[in-house]
Structure formats: structure tokens, C-alpha cells
């Protein structure tokens, strides 16, 4: 558990890589996780907390086969993935809000948000390893782009 402070914000990051990389992620996945878990802390300050350093975020790592889960729990009040603005909406294009949520969808292979323990919200991110054969087809169909 940590306190709400974004002093933390690039630990987290590191270990969220690091902690990728250990259970055999490519380069390339460990960092996408760690931007998922970035933008799901800096929620979990900034919505959640309120930045209320009193506060704490708790962080879960599970390594599961083929996968990374990690967990981001927050003190605040509750939070609805349904009820996040959709960035894409011509409305919402130049606003910053909804913006997190769109990035860790994209980031990680599943995103979910359940009510804490007591109260706030806890943040479910969910990264597969992918075997080789994927990641060389995903490679050489980059290589194609013009």
C-alpha cells in the first residue's frame, strides 16, 4: 500500500515493467503494462483520492501462466467503467477526461473495475503473454505499413 503521493508515480512504473519482464513478457509488453498501471495510479490519486495523501493505493501483482494481473485499488468513492466518457466522441475530443481508461484498454488484453473493499474502486488489468509466432506476424505486418 501506498500513500496517494504522485512522488511515487515513476517507482510504480519501473516496478511494473520490471515485475513484466520477470514473468516473460516481450520489452515491448512489459512496457505496456506499465503505462496501464501508470494511468490506473494516477486515477486512483487523482479521482479516487483525491490526492488525499491520508489515502492509500493498493498495487497486487499476480503472475498466472501466461499472464500478468495486477490489481489498483483505491479510498474513494466508486468509480463505473460505463459511466467513463467516451474520448472519441466528437463532444469529448478536446476534453483530457476518459482519456486513462481508453489508453489501459488498449494497453492491456482486459480491463475491469470492481467495487473495494469498504469503499472506492479497484482497477483489474490483465496482459497475456503472446507466443512468438504472433509476435513475429504482428512484426512483419508492421514492416508492411507504409
Given at each position: ?51 488525499d495523501c491520508r ?18 485499488g483505491d479510498e ?71
Amino acid at each position: 500500500m501506498l500513500s496517494s503521493r504522485l512522488e511515487y508515480l515513476d517507482a510504480v512504473h519501473r516496478v511494473s515493467e520490471e515485475i513484466g519482464r520477470a514473468a516473460g513478457l516481450t520489452r515491448t509488453q512489459a512496457f505496456e503494462l506499465s503505462l496501464a498501471v501508470r494511468e490506473a495510479f494516477v486515477n486512483a490519486l487523482t479521482h479516487g483520492n483525491s490526492l488525499d495523501c491520508r489515502k492509500k493505493v493498493r498495487l497486487t501483482y499476480r503472475v498466472e501462466g501466461d499472464a500478468v494481473r495486477v490489481s489498483v485499488g483505491d479510498e474513494g468513492s466508486g468509480f463505473s467503467l460505463e459511466r467513463a466518457p467516451d474520448p472519441l466522441a466528437p463532444d469529448n475530443l478536446t476534453r483530457s477526461e476518459g482519456r486513462g481508461i481508453f489508453l489501459m484498454r488498449n494497453y492491456v488484453d482486459e480491463l475491469k473495475v470492481r467495487p473495494g473493499p469498504g469503499r472506492g474502486a479497484v482497477v483489474c488489468l490483465l496482459k497475456r503473454r503472446r507466443p512468438a509466432a504472433a509476435r513475429r506476424a504482428a512484426a512483419a505486418g508492421r514492416r508492411r505499413e507504409p
